[in-house]
């Protein structure tokens, strides 16, 4: 019998505590149905909708996450600068300036097998210091020849980027996968090359809102163009991912399944 290869569950943008709590629910019921090797998720969201903090990051981790992917709200809560630096599994883009708090890439571990994962953040309408696709070299270049596996998480505004980076890097990583956007995409595939795609997984987070935003406030703020407070709704929460299952080959992918879950029913009381 051939032998069992990893696979990587990555989960989209958590958006707020219900980001948190949806994952943190549906979690089980993924590991029954699919044994994920690794879980990966974007949390650039999950602190009241922006950004991260050390509290929101360790339960995540405690929870059963191995590695967390950030973006363009890296820097929203102070408290999190220390941790960037010191908590390796935290991520936030590789190609912002160096001089910005973090690092943008890992290895994690399991079973024998090991994953590198890099962050990168697209250029257009989004502010990164250094262009995604000259830096994704030196990511790509410090994590070596020592990884099996490797998966990108590209948090880009444009398909364009994300869809280029893919073509750029098939054959090269096991996936690239895209965030930022919130609402995912139907092109989920494996490339002429073995690497899995998916211009946008979605988020994690509640769909009866705007992206994650109550959706009354986000329509007056349309409507009347005037400054209006922004509260995560917390109608309809789902959580949106997909599953990478790894080839025998070294850093290509067999198969990717795109995952649309509601939050499970609590029971009755
Ligand atoms: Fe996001
Ligand atoms: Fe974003």
Redesign the pocket.
């Known amino acids: 019998m051939a032998e069992a290869q990893a696979s990587i569950l990555f989960i989209g943008?958590l958006v707020g505590g219900i980001g948190r709590r949806t994952l943190l629910e549906c979690l089980p019921l993924l590991r029954e149905r699919y044994d994920p090797t690794f879980v990966v998720a974007n949390g650039?969201n999950v602190a009241g909708g922006l950004g991260i903090t050390p509290k929101a990051a360790s339960a995540l981790f405690a929870g059963g996450v191995d590695a967390i992917t950030l973006?363009?709200?890296t820097y929203h809560r102070r408290e999190i600068y220390p941790y960037l630096d010191s908590e390796p599994r935290i991520l936030r883009p590789a190609n912002f300036l160096r001089i910005q708090p973090g690092h943008g890439t890992c290895v994690i571990e399991r079973d024998g097998t090991r994953l590198g994962v890099v962050n990168l953040s697209g250029n257009l309408y989004l502010r990164a210091g250094r262009s995604a696709f000259t830096e994704i070299e030196a990511a790509l270049g410090e994590l070596g020849d020592d990884v099996d596996h490797i998966l990108v998480d590209m948090?880009a505004e444009a398909t364009s980027e994300k869809v280029a980076l893919g073509w750029l890097l098939d054959g090269r990583v096991t996936a690239v996968v895209g965030t930022?956007t919130h609402v995912p995409t139907a092109d989920a595939r494996v490339l002429p090359g073995g690497t899995a795609y998916i211009t946008d997984v979605g988020m994690t987070g509640p769909r009866g809102g705007v992206i994650g935003v109550k959706r009354e406030q986000a329509i007056e703020s349309l409507l009347t163009q005037m400054p209006v407070r922004f509260e995560t709704s917390e109608e309809d929460p789902w959580l949106m991912g997909v599953l990478i299952r790894c080839a025998a080959m070294p850093r290509s992918a067999a198969a990717i399944e795109q995952i649309l879950m509601p939050r499970p029913v609590p029971p009755p009381r």
């Open positions: 943008d650039e973006g363009n709200h948090h930022h």
